[in-house]
């Protein structure tokens, strides 16, 4: 049975552990919760953006990857009735700002979802969501002490750059490579003009700072992120020669520096495309697939549906589809896929 056979398979299983619950076993397994400490309703101010999930070809090579960026590896799901496990990496250092939450009261994550087999299918390829005609999901982006010294350390270790900070213009960002191509934009969090001479780099400073989806209508976007899922938008960055602008959101404290935060989402708009009725994005989830989603937790994951279902979003799962309750996924805009998930402090018990 070659890889397209398999990866067929995989998707079959996948598709109908999500959304059809008398034809296969699930692949995450129902939990319960006590009510007891959960919030009788729900309040976006306690929402998080909690990962990114992307697919990974070996999950060797891309963990060795992302601990090189002094990210840690904070739990991993194993379901091997569905083929496929789930490793969960974020910055865990003392001074990191989310350092020793549960996995769920974090932000800033990356998920790498890892499809038994992929590491020997010489055949097998990620979609970056970079490459036309399926881009979509941009890159991830970590913020740095020193700019010049984190990116040196990088290419002395062997890892390649789409960008270097010598190419182009702006010489104030880089984007490095992970084993499968994709993007991870590296900046500063202080000018350049001070980092300039500076040879060395603490990997208990960095942060995950942003992912960024293009969207075909920002104003759409922005209604839906800022409306619905109650983030605020914490920075613009109009580019008009260019012609394109960027926009960042994220939850809590708007007036704290970007480039200082963790877990920021970076919605990307090149002017004209919402005057297009054929053009659209790639999810991520259709075929070639790459980027899978982003998840925001919440406090009370019942009542934060209840509040989405009466603004009428559209549903890629609802938590009433299928035997897994644990989860919810709407759909933005543009069709990525956003996962709702349960924040454990305010159960006190484990979701997987």
């Known amino acids: ?22 034809k ?27 990962h990114s999930m992307i697919r990974v070809k070996d999950p060797k090579e891309s963990v060795k990857f992302y601990e090189f960026l002094g990210m840690s590896l904070l739990k991993k799901l194993s379901f091997p009735e569905a083929k496929f496990d789930l490793y969960f990496l974020g910055y865990d250092a003392p ?31 990620i979609n970056n969501g970079n490459v036309e005609p399926h881009r979509g999901f941009g890159h991830t982006c970590i913020s740095v002490d020193n700019l010049q010294a984190a990116c040196r350390r990088l290419e002395d270790a062997g890892y390649k750059f789409q960008k270097k900070l010598s190419d182009g213009r702006m010489k104030h ?3 490095a490579l992970d084993p499968d191509g994709y993007w991870v934009e590296i900046i500063g969090r202080k000018p350049v003009e001070e980092t300039e001479g500076v040879k060395e780099t603490d990997l208990k400073t960095y942060r995950m700072n942003h992912t960024m989806l293009r969207v075909k209508d920002a ?21 008009k020669e260019a012609g394109f602008n960027l926009y960042f959101l994220g939850y809590g404290d708007e007036k704290q520096n970007t480039a200082d935060r963790e877990g920021l989402l970076e ?11 054929n053009f659209s994005y790639h999810n991520g989830n259709d075929q070639p697939q790459g980027f899978g989603h982003i998840c925001v937790s919440v406090d009370n994951i019942e009542a934060a549906c209840e509040r989405l279902e009466g603004l009428n979003v559209n549903w890629k799962k609802r938590l009433t589809d299928g035997r897994m309750k644990n989860v919810a996924f709407v759909l933005d805009p543009d069709g990525y896929w ?3 998930v349960q924040n454990e402090r305010f159960t006190g018990q484990a979701n997987f």
């Open 219 to 239: 104003e759409k976007s922005l209604k839906f992120y800022q409306e619905v899922l109650g983030m605020k938008l914490v920075r613009t960055h109009e580019a």
């Open 24 to 50: 296969t076993t699930l692949f995450r397994p129902a939990f319960t919760r006590s009510f007891a400490n959960m919030a009788a309703t729900t309040d976006v101010q306690n929402y998080k953006f909690n």
């Open 267 to 277: 919605l990307t708009w090149n002017y004209g495309t919402e005057k297009d009725e």
């Open 1 to 22: 049975m070659n890889s397209t056979t398999h990866a067929a398979q995989r998707l079959k299983l996948f598709s109908s552990a999500l959304f059809n619950h008398k």
């Open 95 to 125: 001074g990191a700002v989310s350092a020793g939450a549960n996995l769920w009261d974090r932000e800033g994550l990356i998920e790498l979802t890892h499809n038994y087999g992929t590491e020997s299918d010489p055949n097998y390829k």
């Open 173 to 175: 960002i880089a984007f």
């Open 338 to 340: 956003i996962e709702l």
